[in-house]
């Protein structure tokens, strides 16, 4: 069966720091990969979508990247965080217009 | 416009009672659909997909209808372990994007 892996479920960063969450999906192979933020209260935004090694998609301008270095591994990353960078960021799977499956999060509080 | 909507709620039910939402979607290339269903600070988890001729499982069916742009969700005899938000879920044709509401939250009450 397939599960996903996100780390670390909380973290604290200072303002101006640079950032990295990892996602990691075992059990299939050539998913298509997802981030998104959800703020406090708020719905998901859909941040990036991979759907192969090296291709991504971004649907929001701001100072984060995502990146596919492995068929099964997301890399969202900021060079320099922003107080409004908190928030819970969320990985997701999914083959083709199929259900998609989500890891269990990221709590990122930027104070 | 918003692509996807839902009543925020939050909807106060007592246990045993019968609740429906609604969620419209804009596009009508729209091809597939799901409701998920996500605890307070937890990931959101799926809790069925929506099928053009209409699906059940257990207590929960679900509804699609094209023509006028929406899904339902309907549970009968709500528990208490109902309570959460419900978040509607459509996949455009031709793209690879999962457009979420921003979720109607349901409260049983006891």
């Known amino acids: 069966s397939q599960t996903i892996h996100q780390w670390p479920a909380t973290l604290v960063q200072p303002v101006g720091s640079p950032l990295s969450l990892e996602c990691t999906v075992e059990?299939?192979?050539?998913?298509?990969l997802y981030w998104y933020r959800q703020a406090a209260g708020r719905g998901l935004q859909l941040l990036f979508y991979s759907v192969g090694i090296g291709q991504i998609s971004s649907e929001v301008p701001q100072n984060l990247s995502a990146s596919r270095p492995q068929d099964r591994q997301f890399i969202l990353s900021s060079k320099k965080l922003l107080l409004s960078d908190s928030g819970f960021y969320l990985c997701?799977?999914?083959?083709?217009?199929?259900?998609?499956?989500f890891g269990p999060g990221t709590r990122l509080t930027v104070l | 416009r918003k692509e996807v909507e839902q009543d925020p709620g939050p909807f106060n039910v007592p246990e045993g009672a019968t609740v429906a939402f609604n969620c419209t979607y804009s596009n009508s290339a729209s091809q597939s659909f799901f409701w998920y269903r996500q605890d307070c600070r937890k990931e959101p988890k799926l809790l069925m997909s929506v099928y053009s001729s209409g699906n059940e499982d257990g207590r929960f069916t679900a509804q699609l209808n094209r023509a006028s742009q929406y899904i339902s969700l309907l549970i009968r005899d709500s528990k208490l372990s109902d309570s959460a938000t419900y978040l509607c879920?459509?996949?455009?044709?031709?793209?690879?994007?999962?457009?979420f509401g921003t979720g109607t939250r349901l409260k049983v009450l006891a």
């Open positions: 059990g299939t192979s050539n998913p298509n």
């Open positions: 879920v459509v996949v455009t044709s031709g793209t690879y994007k999962y457009i």
């Open positions: 997701a799977w999914s083959p083709p217009y199929n259900e998609q499956f």
